[in-house]
């Protein structure tokens, strides 16, 4: 990453964190397995639910920033 732009490397970064934090609910159901689409739907339903759609959301709204930074 040390050629990309700052802003790139930024937005990248903390797309990453962003995953590395779900991990908070996901290491909560070690038993659950399978495509990650499913699994998500599934956690969406669970007790774990609101605090759950909040770190996704996170995930989405880095995402945005990823595309961002590589328009510019």
């Not at 790139?8 to 397995?33: C, G, L, M």
């Not at 996170?58 to 510019?72: C, D, F, P, Q």
């Amino acid at each position: 990453m040390r050629n990309c732009p700052k802003t790139f490397s930024k937005a990248f970064q903390d797309h990453v964190n962003a995953w590395n934090a779900i991990r908070i609910v996901t290491d909560r159901y070690p038993e659950k397995r399978g495509e990650m689409h499913l699994l998500f739907k599934e956690l969406e339903q669970s007790k774990d639910s609101v605090e759950f759609k909040k770190l996704q959301g996170n995930i989405w709204a880095t995402w945005t920033e990823v595309e961002r930074a590589t328009k510019k």
